[in-house]
């Protein structure tokens, strides 16, 4: 089922539900999610991840809650990099780095909506097109994000874009989960597996150093289920080095049935995550400035977690990282599905 709402006059807001009581709100603005709410084991609604009460407050946006993110999601070190001997200059704002698309990237502007509905699905193809110069970025960008929930409790995002010029590209989804349901507890006793054995090493500013590290012996094994609170306390220096916890950049190891996999057993839910990017930024909220007002409780640190399923935009200074750059006349074309279930069931 789809229905609409107007917000503050100036948004729209779209709610998708599925015939087992899932469902998903998504604006216009940002294409955030600003509400998920899925069943517990006793079959409670409540709400998985973060979102403002007041959603003036989706105008700043500190958090990037539920956002698609864009042009390039992470960090692009010293805001600028060069394409074939051609340098580009972008925005930074984060510290001399350029976050998240920049100030106005794609989770700040209206996107155009065009709404679905087919006998097992609800769903909105969302559409924006960014312009040659956009942000600091070069060529003509259309992209394209349809968020699809099904009646096999699957929320599927499915990106595309093309350019008509050579630029980097990568888009994700910047949602926090909060599996304990209307943020009861924080998401230090979230269980996480994960299909992979490296990530990429950080510096201090955040910005991966080009080293991969093997998981093997570190709070960053999820190759069998680990305790998502194992590296907050841990003295490991990756761990310490970005507020004591994750924000990292894992690369998966293959193209599995599904890379990544969270529970929460009080409430019973799991959630699994398949994708067709090379890896994600796990980020546990290590950084998350207290005292905002949300649909349930207030922003303290460890309040959610964000699965960025993405490339890595450290390949623009590194070689030997999967490229992000997208050529004239190719297709981007990525998707990440999850799926939203009880333990067991
Ligand atoms: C994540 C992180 C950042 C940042 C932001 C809000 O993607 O990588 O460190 O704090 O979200």
Redesign the pocket.
């Known amino acids: 089922m789809l229905s609409t709402s107007e917000i503050n006059g100036k948004w729209k807001e779209y709610r998708l539900s599925n015939k087992n009581g899932i469902s998903v709100s998504v604006l216009d603005y940002g294409g955030i999610i600003t509400k998920l709410m899925v069943p517990d084991k006793n079959g409670n609604l409540e709400n998985v991840v973060l979102g403002f009460k007041d959603y003036q407050e989706y105008e700043s946006n500190p958090?990037?809650f539920g956002a698609i993110i864009g042009r390039v999601a992470?960090r692009i070190q010293g805001a600028s990099f060069s394409i074939e001997d051609k340098a580009y200059h972008l925005e930074a704002n984060n510290n001399a780095n350029h976050?998240h698309g920049g100030p106005k990237g794609f989770h700040q502007v209206i996107w155009n909506v065009y709404p679905f509905e087919n006998e097992d699905a609800v769903g909105l193809t969302l559409t924006h097109t960014s312009a040659d110069g956009d942000r600091g970025y070069p060529g003509n960008v259309d992209v394209s994000v349809t968020y699809t929930l099904n009646n096999h409790n699957q929320l599927i995002l499915d990106y595309a874009a093309s350019s008509d010029q050579t630029t980097p590209l990568t888009l994700t989804n910047?949602s926090y989960f909060n599996l304990s349901g209307n943020a009861k507890e924080n998401i230090t006793n979230h269980y996480v597996k994960m299909d992979s054995s490296k990530f990429a090493e950080l510096d201090h500013t955040?910005i991966p150093t080009g080293k991969l590290i093997d998981v093997t012996g570190t709070p960053f094994d999820f190759r069998k289920y680990q305790k998502i609170g194992t590296g907050f306390n841990s003295s490991f220096e990756q761990n310490s080095l970005v507020g004591n916890g994750y924000?990292h950049y894992f690369i998966f190891d293959h193209a599995s049935e599904h890379q990544v996999i969270v529970d929460e057993p009080h409430s019973g839910r799991i959630m699994k995550v398949k994708t067709n990017q090379p890896g994600m930024?796990m980020?546990t909220a290590n950084?998350m400035a207290e005292g905002y007002v949300l649909l349930e409780g207030t922003t303290k640190k460890y309040q959610g977690v964000?699965f960025?399923t993405q490339g890595l935009p450290a390949s623009l200074h590194h070689p030997g990282f999967p490229s992000i750059l997208l050529m004239p006349g190719k297709k981007y074309k990525k998707q990440t599905v999850f799926t939203l279930n009880i333990i067991n069931e």
């Open positions: 958090f990037y992470g976050l910047h955040l924000d930024v980020y950084n964000c960025e």
